[in-house]
């Protein structure tokens, strides 16, 4: 049974962030894929995904940042991750997707990066 997936958007400016809530997984990484993709699409340039609402992330949903980050960074944009719980932090340090797509501590950190 695929699981529900909300994701909350909020602007600043000229930044847009996206909090994904509660899981992203294999059953619901396309809503959040389209959801990042018609962002990009619609020429937004610099992205926040805050993960403080997100208790879980599957390689799917890692699949889904990729794509983001490649798709920004195409029309010279930012994608900036943040708010991530330790267990989250360990995955992206460990199969080394920190070192691909920015990850900060908070939103202000995100913020300054971009």
């Known amino acids: 049974m695929a699981s529900k997936l909300e994701v909350l ?5 000229d930044i847009l962030t996206l909090v994904p809530v509660g ?3 294999s059953s619901n990484a396309p809503v959040f894929e389209r959801v990042l993709k018609d962002w990009i ?3 937004e340039t610099n992205i926040i995904v ?3 609402k997100l208790s879980f992330i599957s390689s799917s949903g890692m699949r ?3 794509i983001g980050a490649k798709g ?4 010279q944009g930012n994608l900036i991750l943040c708010g991530m719980r330790d267990s989250i932090r360990e995955i992206f340090s ?3 997707f ?4 920015p990850v900060v501590k908070d939103r202000i950190a995100a913020v300054d990066t971009i």
């Not at 958007?9 to 400016?13: C, M, Q, Y």
């Not at 920190?98 to 797509?101: F, G, H, L, S």
């Open 50 to 52: 805050d993960f403080s």
């Open 98 to 101: 920190d070192t691909i797509i």
């Open 72 to 75: 920004v960074r195409a029309i």
């Open 23 to 25: 899981r992203v997984d």
């Open 64 to 66: 889904v940042l990729l």
């Open 41 to 43: 699409d619609d020429g």
């Open 9 to 13: 958007e909020e602007r600043e400016s």
């Open 94 to 96: 460990i199969s080394g």
